[in-house]
């Protein structure tokens, strides 16, 4: 009796584990520790199939910062669902640790400086002033009903998500050392800041600094 017949993977049955190799080691050893022959042995490949796929280890990096940024980008647009403001800051907030969380890997390879354009061009930078565009809308409408500028409201939301994107990039590490503090208590206490800061804004703040040198008194209602 023959022995079976071997069955022949496609090419996407191939990509498959090698960018999922590639991503692991790359979130482990970062792009320059990493090396094409290690994703082979791992992905139980030769060399050549990684090249023949993503010609060499760049290619395999975009691909793997591309598929990173598109699960970013799906989850949060997919979150916000809310018309409340209040709800929306929360499911914004959630989406992005959310992902940091489920997909800490993809997270410290995005947060990274690097080292070759994705397919797209997105760096790290770029990701946070996209989904800062749009939270943008949510700080829009409630600038309006204030009276203040709604030109600042692009302003804010980069300062909001720029906060949270820092905060669990933080939280990553600190996660191991106060089990008592969950994705939902950090959640709590960003949203905590950002909207009760928000809630008590002033429309023309000034700097106490500038207001204690210039003479004029820094507890007045534009020092805020």
């Known amino acids: 009796m023959g022995s079976p017949a071997r069955v022949r993977m496609t090419g996407a049955q191939l990509r498959a584990p090698l960018i999922d190799v590639g991503k692991a080691l790359f979130a482990e050893r970062g792009y320059d520790g990493t090396a094409v022959e290690e994703v082979a042995l791992r992905a139980g490949v030769s060399k050549p199939v990684v090249y023949e796929h993503f010609g060499g280890k760049e290619g395999l990096y975009a691909v793997v910062v591309d598929r990173e940024v598109q699960r970013l980008i799906t989850s949060f647009e997919a979150a916000l669902t809310g018309e409340d403001p209040r709800v929306l800051l929360e499911q914004a907030t959630l989406a992005l640790l959310t992902y940091i969380e489920d997909e800490s890997d993809g997270f410290r390879i995005l947060v990274r400086e690097t080292p070759v354009p994705s397919p797209d061009g997105a760096g790290f930078s770029t990701i946070i002033s996209d989904v800062?565009?749009?939270?943008?809308?949510?700080?829009?409408?409630?600038?309006?009903?204030?009276?203040?500028?709604?030109?600042?409201?692009?302003?804010?939301?980069?300062?909001?998500?720029?906060?949270?994107?820092?905060?669990?990039?933080?939280?990553?590490?600190?996660?191991?050392?106060?089990?008592?503090?969950?994705?939902?208590?950090?959640?709590?206490?960003?949203?905590?800041?950002?909207?009760?800061?928000?809630?008590?804004?002033?429309?023309?703040?000034?700097?106490?600094?500038?207001?204690?040198?210039?003479?004029?008194?820094?507890?007045?209602a534009g020092s805020r």
């Not at 939270?135 to 309006?144: C, P, Q, S, T, Y």
């Not at 709604?150 to 906060?163: D, E, F, K, P």
């Not at 089990?179 to 206490?189: P, T």
């Open 132 to 220: 800062a565009q749009r939270v943008e809308h949510i700080l829009d409408r409630e600038f309006a009903a204030r009276g203040f500028r709604t030109t600042l409201a692009a302003l804010y939301s980069q300062a909001l998500v720029g906060m949270v994107a820092l905060t669990g990039q933080w939280w990553l590490d600190a996660r191991e050392l106060d089990r008592d503090l969950d994705m939902e208590g950090v959640a709590a206490h960003l949203v905590n800041l950002a909207w009760n800061g928000l809630s008590a804004l002033s429309p023309e703040p000034r700097l106490k600094v500038r207001d204690s040198t210039a003479g004029a008194d820094p507890e007045g």
